[in-house]
RNA sequence: GCGCCCGUAGCUCAGCAGGAUAGAGCACCAGAUUCCUAAUCUGGGGGCCAUGGGUUCGAAUCCCGUCGGGCGCACCA
């Protein structure tokens, strides 16, 4: 055996050759099996490994679950390491393996290393993941955070499932916001030059963080743009400041370990004229055409009045009301740019995520809608899914935490790292799934307690490195030769272990990395349980005084389950701790 | 009014492409420390999976209605 294959993999592959025997034999007509799934069973009586093949195939195959898991149950019978196979309940084909099988996944752990659980899954296909794209007009705060973790934390994992992975920030730099911006910036220029400014006015970002943008800017230009008319500067303070705002939140998304490959820029794109080409070929598809806004739904506002705009017919894919790409003054909508900016994407992409805040579920259909006709006008319809993350609402002992650009009283990102960690804020986001909103109180979280879950699976590893540090210190090394020592309370934990390679196949295919944390929980849970049972009794302790072949062969079991930790924790880029 | 998300133990949440007796942490009760890190562990009580229908061999999971919470609803981004 030249490749590595985990115990999962092979069974899968055992009970698909099972059942292209029976179909070669006659005994099964030829029918779709993606129902087919083997996992290990919730109740361990049950046995190590489960197939519900027999009932999914029953119905199709025409014939009665019990029958078919007969005669599946010969086919699984002669594969080797099978001890047992029963047919349980409505038609459960449960197996008993060897435990020398399972023993063998260390091995396979030892032999992958970092590679265990990687998967082909994704056969190479370009995933582009946009996640983050906030608005570059301040530094990143709270609200950005569960977006970008979780986008971060799903790119690494469809790395690691097989996909190659484009992780891409959005740049809105060419709405109003950024003008909002460079007004701001030119007040603060002013002020830098000198002059009594008082109060930022209404309407304009009174942050403190566009002071020094203020000030570089009255060093290198002087007082020359202090009187101008705006048309003289707005573009390049525009410029200035969006280059200011974008440096600081990379270096805020830094303080998180995120780092794109690509930031696409809203101002380039339609400088290139992007939008201009998509709405030539989506009206001459009958796409957009010039037709009047309907009133919004629910409460009509009193200085609502009808305009005629370009509209993209997105009520034709299920949408309320048909969309403007453009403004009363011709200029691009939001919208009308974002759907050239996804088109661009999907040229250079096999499939399209998006992660968004869930203030933007809105949208969501109008986007889906023009991505699928452009690019099904470009042959073939792109997978595009759009993963909404709920707010997360900020509390500090029980008070809810207001968090607003405007008022520049926010709470960064960078301060909420800085009290409590970079392991603990990724942690935290990705122990709850994103569709659920979510509690964030500060207080509890700055704690450190046991109550985070992090430090429970940081634990388990420092307990690991810790283990392995005395052990050689007293003359003992992990080795595999008394492999085949280890007993029931060893096998549970690699019996647990062994289930990542499936876990990251299907948290991928689900796009949701949060089972991935969720799963090492488990796992240290199950790591301290066996730790602890040498407590009450010293024999199952790590270190077994006169007893090299089983140290070794349990400091052996720790190493591989530290690696897998290791493994887990850099899906979801969480650091691995020596000691605590 | 409409759209999307959520509703599982007292609290915070899991529940893996419907599967066999619904899980964990916190809190509560009873225990464990001359012991490789007690930032830990062992045992116990606690559930009409919001609610009413439907689909099927089987539903917390899928479909429809109702109730409750959140987000959004012009050319903003």
């Known amino acids: 055996m030249t490749e ?3 115990l999962h993999a092979a069974f899968a ?3 698909n050759a099972a059942l292209d025997a029976l179909e070669q ?9 993606g129902a087919v799934a083997v996992e290990p069973p919730r109740d361990p009586s049950h046995g190590d490994l489960a197939t519900n093949a027999a009932m999914v195939l029953a119905k199709p195959a025409g014939t ?3 029958a078919l898991a007969e005669a599946i149950a010969g086919e699984l019978r002669k594969v080797p390491g099978v001890t ?12 008993r393996l060897d435990p020398a099988l399972w023993v063998q996944e260390i091995r396979a752990i030892a032999a992958l290393g970092g590679d265990y659980g990687r998967s082909a899954l994704g056969a190479g296909q370009v995933v582009n993941v946009e996640y983050v794209s906030a608005n570059p007009t301040g530094p990143m705060h709270m609200g950005h955070c569960r977006g970008a973790v979780v986008g ?3 790119a690494s994992l469809l790395e690691f499932a097989g996909h190659k992975v484009i992780r891409e920030y959005y740049v809105n730099d060419a709405g109003g916001q950024v003008d909002v911006l460079a007004r701001s910036v030119h007040l603060r220029y002013r002020e830098a030059l000198g002059e009594d400014v008082g109060e930022v006015p209404e309407g304009l970002y009174p942050g403190d963080y566009l002071v020094p943008v203020g000030q570089a800017l009255a060093a290198e230009f002087g007082d020359k743009y202090a009187r101008a008319p705006d ?9 200035r400041a969006v280059a200011a705002m974008l440096n600081m939140i990379k270096a805020d998304l830094a303080l998180l370990g995120i780092h794109h490959d690509l930031f696409s820029s809203e101002a380039e794109l339609q400088a290139a004229g992007k939008p201009e080409e998509a709405e030539a070929w989506l009206r001459a ?5 010039d037709g009047e806004l309907e009133a919004p739904k629910g409460k009509t506002p009193e200085d609502w009045e009808p305009v005629e705009l370009p509209l993209f017919r997105s009520t034709r894919f299920g949408d309320d009301q048909d969309r403007p790409i453009r403004k009363s003054d011709g200029s691009w909508t939001y919208f009308g740019a974002d759907l050239a900016y996804h088109f661009q994407k999907a040229a250079s992409a096999d499939a399209l995520v998006d992660i968004w805040g869930a203030d933007h579920a809105g949208t969501v259909k109008r986007i889906k809608a023009a991505v699928a006709a452009l690019t099904q006008g470009q042959g073939k319809e792109k997978p595009f899914e759009i993963k909404l993350v709920q707010m997360v609402q900020l509390l500090k002992g029980g008070q809810p935490f207001k968090m607003s650009k405007r008022s520049g009283n926010f709470v960064t990102l960078a301060d909420v790292v800085e009290m409590v960690g970079k392991d603990v804020v990724r942690f935290t986001m990705l122990t709850r799934k994103p569709e659920a909103q979510m509690d964030f109180d500060f207080d509890k979280v700055v704690e450190a307690s046991k109550d985070n879950p992090v430090f429970y699976v940081q634990y388990a590893h420092a307990r690991i490195r810790s283990i392995l540090r005395k052990a050689e210190a007293e003359g003992y090394a992990p080795s595999s030769d008394g492999i085949e020592l280890l007993g029931e309370e060893e096998l549970a934990l690699v019996k647990l272990a062994a289930q990542f390679p499936r876990l990251v196949e299907a948290a991928a295919a689900a796009r949701e990395p949060h089972r991935i944390a969720f799963y090492l929980y488990d796992l240290a849970g199950a790591f301290h349980g066996y730790w602890n049972l040498g407590n009450d009794k010293p024999e199952k302790r790590f270190i077994v005084a006169q007893d090299a072949r089983l140290t070794g062969a349990r400091l052996y079991l720790a190493s591989q389950i530290g690696q897998l930790v290791r493994n887990g924790l850099a899906l979801l880029g969480v650091e691995a701790v020596e000691e605590m």
């Open 84 to 95: 047992a196979v029963e047919i349980a309940g409505p038609g459960f084909l449960n197996l």
């Open 64 to 66: 009665n679950p019990r």
């Open 285 to 289: 598809h009958d796409l957009v055409y």
């Open 152 to 154: 971060d934390a799903l």
């Open 13 to 15: 592959g055992h009970v």
């Open 231 to 239: 048309s003289e500067w707005l573009a390049l303070f525009r410029t």
């Open 25 to 33: 034999a006659g005994t099964l007509p030829t029918v779709p099996r």
């Open 4 to 6: 590595t294959t985990t």
